[in-house]
């Protein structure tokens, strides 16, 4: 005679499914200023930015995000970020020009630098909020913010320094073409970037320390 089968524990509970306009401030003023923002930030308790529950995303598992949309939004980040730069060139601003040279190097080397600070953020470039900064001389100025996604609560802030190009020739050139004119801000005829720039990066859901990268 066959054995009755096994009494099942219906006591016992299913197991759980797994959550799925221009400013100009001097370099140490610029560092400064983003240390004292972010110490404020970490001491409130009401902040919206440390609310990451829109993105569906655990802050603190640590693992590096992957995306394979991410390619697209990084072109659609760069893509930005040149046309804030030309927009710029209309402004009384250190990009005041008739026309800019932006190098095709430069903008692959934003890029690459992007997709590797954005690879450990809960969010990955999508919650990115970037600053565009120009140096000239001791002091940085404004070009301008946008965000990577606009519908999402950024997660890090990146302020981007770029440079003007100093070497070489180009500087003897453009002064050559520069209108003199006490009155009003001189319009040079061009304006190259450079290769180099700086970029920092401070997390906007905890507390770290600024880390800057000289590129």
Do not use: N
């Amino acid at each position: 005679m066959p054995a009755p089968p096994a009494p099942t524990d219906v006591s016992r509970p299913p197991p759980s499914p797994v959550d799925d306009s221009p400013r100009r401030l001097s370099w140490g003023k610029l560092v400064q200023r983003l240390t004292s923002s972010s110490s404020m930030e970490s001491g409130s308790d009401g902040g919206s930015r440390s609310d990451l529950s829109d993105s569906g995303s655990d802050v603190s598992a640590g693992e590096p995000f992957y995306d394979p949309m991410e390619e697209t939004v990084l072109r659609e980040v760069v893509e930005l970020i040149e046309q804030s730069l030309r927009d710029a060139k209309e402004s009384d601003c250190a990009l005041r020009c008739a026309k800019l040279l932006i190098p095709e190097k430069l903008l692959e080397h934003i890029g690459r630098e992007l997709l590797h600070l954005a690879a450990s953020e809960p969010c990955g470039l999508r919650g990115a909020l970037i600053d565009l900064c120009v140096e000239q001389g001791a002091s940085c100025e404004s070009m301008g913010q946008l965000s990577a996604d606009p519908y999402l609560v950024p997660t890090f802030q990146l302020t981007l320094v770029l440079r003007l190009e100093s070497g070489g020739l180009w500087p003897k050139i453009q002064e050559l073409f520069s209108p003199k004119s006490s009155s009003t801000p001189p319009v040079r005829q061009a304006i190259k970037l450079s290769t180099g720039f700086r970029v920092i990066k401070k997390k906007l859901y905890c507390s770290e320390e600024l880390l800057i990268e000289e590129c």
